[in-house]
């Protein structure tokens, strides 16, 4: 099993550019989930899926976007990057029920200069 | 709004010396979670804590969830290095689709 894996683990955008950060599970898990952490900080949530079709907005989904075509890929989409946008990107992914364990890929250092 | 507060943020200590991180809310959780991150790594679960009043033991952690269900602590026996990190504590929202997590405790043990 490898888990949660995230590509790239570092990438430096310049204003203005676009990206989409990778993330695919094999575990099987139908909720997935787009967090950053700023430096120091704890996590902050963009966005969720329950299932293959189904997105929703977490505390802060402005300037990203995600789709979730099948249980295993939830990318996230980076629109128009901005200094603000600079931080580590963690995907993860938990089996139904609210006590259920969170997986977490490595993450993906972002830098927007 | 569901809150998880934790203390203290960032903590410094010698190997061998006990401590003992805070997590508290004014709401109540239907369990609570603790993970650790390594620099440059994503967190990893150390435990859940679903009864209120439960202690549960990982080796030299022991974790207690309070028992109105409203915080919980992390205590550690004679740190070591190898346990520097950051300490996070975590809840369901209600619901249980989200979770939220603190803003976690920066703890560092030097030899």
């Known amino acids: 099993n490898a888990g949660v894996t995230q590509t790239p683990k570092f990438r430096i955008l310049k204003i203005g550019q676009s990206m989409t950060l990778q993330c695919t599970q094999d575990?099987?898990?139908?909720?997935m989930y787009w967090y950053r952490q700023d430096p120091g900080m704890g996590l902050k949530l963009i966005y969720y899926?329950?299932?293959?079709?189904?997105?929703d907005k977490g505390e802060v989904p402005n300037g990203y976007n995600v789709s979730r075509s099948t249980t295993e890929d939830f990318p996230l989409r980076l629109e128009l990057a901005a200094p603000s946008q600079t931080s580590v990107y963690f995907c993860?992914?938990?089996?139904?029920?609210?006590?259920?364990?969170?997986?977490f890929g490595p993450g993906t250092r972002l830098t927007v200069t | 709004t569901q809150l998880l507060e934790q203390s203290p943020q960032f903590l410094s200590i010698q190997e061998g010396e006990n401590l003992t991180v805070y997590c508290n809310s004014s709401?109540?959780?239907?369990?609570l979670q603790w993970y650790r991150q390594e620099p440059g790594e994503g967190p990893v679960l150390l435990v859940t804590?679903?009864?209120?009043?439960e202690v549960k033991k990982l080796k030299r952690l022991t974790f207690q969830f309070g028992d109105a269900r409203k915080d919980s602590s992390l205590h550690i026996t004679a740190a070591q290095p190898g346990d520097t990190g950051l300490y996070l504590c975590?809840?369901?929202?209600?619901?249980?689709?989200?979770?939220?997590f603190g803003a976690g405790t920066r703890l560092f043990v030097k030899a």
């Open positions: 993860a992914s938990k089996d139904r029920g609210p006590a259920y364990e969170q997986y």
């Open positions: 575990m099987n898990h139908n909720y």
């Open positions: 709401s109540v959780f239907s369990s």
């Open positions: 804590v679903v009864t209120g009043g």
């Open positions: 899926s329950v299932g293959a079709g189904i997105t």
């Open positions: 975590a809840g369901p929202y209600t619901g249980g689709f989200k979770t939220i």
